[in-house]
């Protein structure tokens, strides 16, 4: 089995490489390695990969359709697509909107294209965001609530992306699965998210910034837990008898609403220094609250998060220290 990971060299894509590995299968990793955060972070992710002969790479920007559609010569035998590569982040969306439109849009079009030129495509999965719930009040947020709130370019990209992909199910019958991720963290996470730039300035001895005043909440979603996540609905794709079009989209997170006051504690304690806090007012473009309802995945795939902020956060630490400290090897986490 051969399977499309788009975003390869990412945070959730490295991951969920190195997972379909380890079960055995072959993966092309697509990737154009951009500067939004630290392309060294990217590069040591893809080293990890490329050390299994099972992995290909290559580079390229989802939004050159050409290149992406001319994948489907060159790989035809591929039967799965999972994509992940966009341009994320809530608040660089304010100051670089057409990075957004250009990965977010144009290049989720370019994956539907390609996927309608595979003979053998069974499933493909794709990345959505709790950030499409917008300013929704109702908690929590459930896959058959309104989303036409967003708040932020980065959460309309993101519904565009289910909305296109639906239309495409129709027209073409190709099954789609949107996951809508609820803040995802661990070891080899993002630069620009709460974990790592809490970490990197606690122990730095540097202040942190606290939005809202600290009254927030997130529903922090362990990558262990994303990836079994991922795996278990790549493996069950909608059915498409009786007429029905083989689209749906599910929550993915922890179902827990962790006070963010809470979250640093954890991280202080895990890394055993106090943090500096500096409280200022909410974000533009942020949401206060974060809570999935996870029932529909469940259902499904058997979707099951077992790792707490209290178990997942010291493994972050962990993985932070090697990695900007010492030579030591981290491996990639599998899904168990
Ligand atoms: N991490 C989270 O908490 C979270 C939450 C909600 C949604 N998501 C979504 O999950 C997916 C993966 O997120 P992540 O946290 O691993 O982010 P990431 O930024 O680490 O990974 C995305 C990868 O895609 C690549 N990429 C971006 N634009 C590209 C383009 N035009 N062509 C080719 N490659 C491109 C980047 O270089 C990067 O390596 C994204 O779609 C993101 O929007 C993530």
Same mark, same amino acid.
């Given at each position: 089995?051969?399977?499309?990971?788009?975003?390869?060299?990412?945070?959730?894509?490295?991951?969920?490489?190195?997972?379909?590995?380890?079960?055995?299968?072959?993966?092309?990793?697509?990737?154009?390695?951009?500067?939004?955060?630290?392309?060294?972070?990217?590069?040591?992710?893809?080293?990890?990969?490329?050390?299994?002969?099972?992995?290909? #790479?290559?580079?390229?920007?989802?939004?050159?359709?050409?290149?992406? *559609? $001319?994948?489907?010569?060159?790989?035809? =035998? @591929?039967? !799965?697509?999972?994509?992940?590569?966009?341009?994320?982040?809530?608040?660089?969306?304010?100051?670089?909107?057409?990075?957004?439109?250009?990965?977010?849009?144009?290049?989720?079009?370019?994956?539907?294209?390609?996927?309608?030129?595979?003979?053998?495509?069974?499933?493909?999965?794709?990345?959505?965001?709790?950030?499409?719930?917008?300013?929704?009040?109702?908690?929590?947020?459930?896959?058959?609530?309104?989303?036409?709130?967003?708040?932020?370019?980065?959460?309309?990209?993101?519904?565009?992306?289910?909305?296109?992909?639906?239309?495409?199910?129709?027209?073409?019958?190709?099954?789609?699965?949107?996951?809508? #991720?609820?803040?995802?963290?661990?070891?080899?996470?993002?630069?620009? *998210? $709460?974990?790592?730039?809490?970490?990197? =300035? @606690?122990? !730095?001895?540097?202040?942190?910034?606290?939005?809202?005043?600290?009254?927030?909440?997130?529903?922090?979603?362990?990558?262990?837990?994303?990836?079994?996540?991922?795996?278990?609905?790549?493996?069950?794709?909608?059915?498409?008898?009786?007429?029905?079009?083989?689209?749906?989209?599910?929550?993915?997170?922890?179902?827990?609403?962790?006070?963010?006051?809470?979250?640093?504690?954890?991280?202080?304690?895990?890394?055993?220094?106090?943090?500096?806090?500096?409280?200022?007012?909410?974000?533009?473009?942020?949401?206060?609250?974060?809570?999935?309802?996870?029932?529909?995945?469940?259902?499904?795939?058997?979707?099951?998060?077992?790792?707490?902020?209290?178990?997942?956060?010291?493994?972050?630490?962990?993985?932070?220290?090697?990695?900007?400290?010492?030579?030591?090897?981290?491996?990639?986490?599998?899904?168990?």
């Amino acid at each position: 089995m051969t399977t499309i990971v788009t975003g390869a060299a990412g945070f959730i894509g490295s991951h969920v490489a190195a997972a379909l590995m380890a079960r055995g299968e072959d993966v092309i990793g697509i990737d154009n390695l951009n500067h939004y955060y630290d392309p060294a972070l990217k590069r040591a992710r893809l080293s990890l990969l490329e050390e299994n002969p099972q992995f290909t #790479f290559v580079k390229l920007d989802i939004a050159d359709r050409e290149s992406i *559609m $001319a994948l489907a010569d060159r790989y035809p =035998a @591929i039967e !799965a697509i999972v994509h992940l590569a966009a341009q994320a982040g809530v608040r660089h969306s304010l100051t670089a909107p057409f990075a957004y439109t250009e990965s977010n849009v144009t290049g989720h079009l370019a994956i539907l294209e390609l996927g309608r030129r595979l003979p053998r495509l069974q499933h493909l999965v794709y990345a959505s965001s709790s950030s499409v719930y917008g300013a929704n009040s109702k908690l929590p947020f459930a896959v058959e609530d309104r989303v036409d709130t967003p708040v932020s370019l980065y959460a309309a990209t993101k519904r565009a992306g289910e909305l296109i992909s639906y239309a495409y199910s129709h027209l073409y019958r190709i099954p789609t699965t949107g996951l809508r #991720f609820f803040t995802v963290y661990g070891p080899w996470g993002r630069p620009d *998210m $709460a974990a790592y730039l809490f970490t990197e =300035a @606690i122990l !730095a001895g540097q202040p942190i910034r606290v939005f809202n005043n600290g009254d927030m909440r997130r529903d922090f979603t362990y990558i262990d837990d994303i990836v079994s996540g991922v795996l278990g609905v790549l493996d069950n794709p909608p059915a498409a008898a009786r007429g029905e079009v083989p689209a749906r989209v599910f929550n993915i997170g922890n179902h827990r609403a962790e006070p963010l006051l809470r979250f640093v504690s954890v991280l202080e304690s895990a890394i055993g220094r106090k943090a500096q806090l500096i409280f200022e007012p909410m974000q533009p473009g942020d949401v206060k609250e974060t809570f999935a309802d996870i029932e529909a995945i469940n259902r499904c795939c058997g979707f099951e998060p077992r790792v707490s902020i209290d178990d997942g956060l010291p493994r972050f630490v962990s993985w932070f220290r090697s990695y900007h400290g010492t030579d030591e090897r981290v491996p990639m986490a599998s899904a168990g």
